[in-house]
């Protein structure tokens, strides 16, 4: 039976150990030990361990305190002081002096204002009437003032018939009221028209200075429209030219 190689190794070590510690023993002896210094300590058992279990928490939940607030103090309501009414202040009744004194400066300051106006109606009327002596003279034809054409012959005959025909229409339908009626007032009203006699343009070339006189004057040429029908000879003339009425002549 072969041992193995590590098993020997064993068995040898063991013998030198064997031998060493004979060899330790005989020739060397250990010295006795000195046992007056050791300190005696008793050994006591301890008390059994105990598991201490956690306390279960009291889920009873106390009620909550409820922190009462104070209550403000009601405020101290200002009493406002209401305005005395004002007594409406007695007015001194004006004498009878007093009251004579400003009716006359009244009829006086009335009088003043309608002699200004009546110098600016003079002064309006100077000037219209330096405008119309500096404008060219124009030809009168009975009470139709004509646009100063070169009609002659027989032509300017049948031509003042048939103004004098336009001038009567026109008339018969000029009224004034009677408050205008008798005053010296004139007015000159510029027309042009067609051959069928429909205006096509009217204005007024001199005023009376009155407007209510002047409005007169446009309502007749409109009642009486339409005029006359026109020659044809002279259809061209009446529409470019025109003629020119005067009131009342």
């Given at each position: ?109 009335d ?39 070169s009609?002659t ?13 336009l001038d ?5 339908h ?12 004139r ?31 446009l309502?007749a ?7 006359p ?21």
């Amino acid at each position: 039976m072969k041992l193995s190689r590590g098993l020997i190794y064993s068995i040898i070590a063991h013998i030198v150990l064997v031998v060493a510690m004979i060899v330790q023993v005989v020739f060397y002896p250990s010295e006795a030990l000195d046992l007056s210094r050791a300190i005696r300590v008793d050994m006591i058992d301890l008390p059994d361990k105990v598991i201490s279990q956690p306390i279960p928490e009291d889920k009873t939940k106390l009620p909550e305190k409820k922190i009462v607030e104070p209550s403000p103090e009601p405020e101290a309501k200002v009493v406002k002081e209401e305005p005395k009414p004002k007594l409406p202040e007695k007015k001194e009744k004006p004498t009878d002096e007093t009251v004579n004194i400003n009716k006359v400066k009244s009829k006086q300051k009335d009088a003043l204002n309608k002699l200004k106006a009546a110098a600016a109606i003079e002064k309006l009327k100077e000037e219209e009437s330096k405008k119309n002596e500096s404008k060219p003279k124009q030809v009168f034809k009975g009470r139709i003032l004509s646009a100063g054409t070169s009609i002659t012959g027989l032509d300017k005959l049948q031509s003042d018939s048939y103004l004098s025909q336009l001038d009567g229409k026109i008339k018969s339908h000029w009224a004034l009221p009677q408050w205008l009626i008798g005053k010296p007032l004139r007015a000159r009203v510029h027309i042009k028209f067609d051959e069928a006699g429909a205006i096509i343009y009217k204005k007024i070339t001199q005023s009376s200075g009155n407007p209510t006189y002047d409005d007169y004057c446009l309502l007749a040429i409109d009642k009486a429209t339409p005029l006359p029908k026109v020659p044809e000879k002279f259809s061209t003339v009446y529409k470019v030219d025109g003629v020119v009425i005067g009131f009342p002549d």
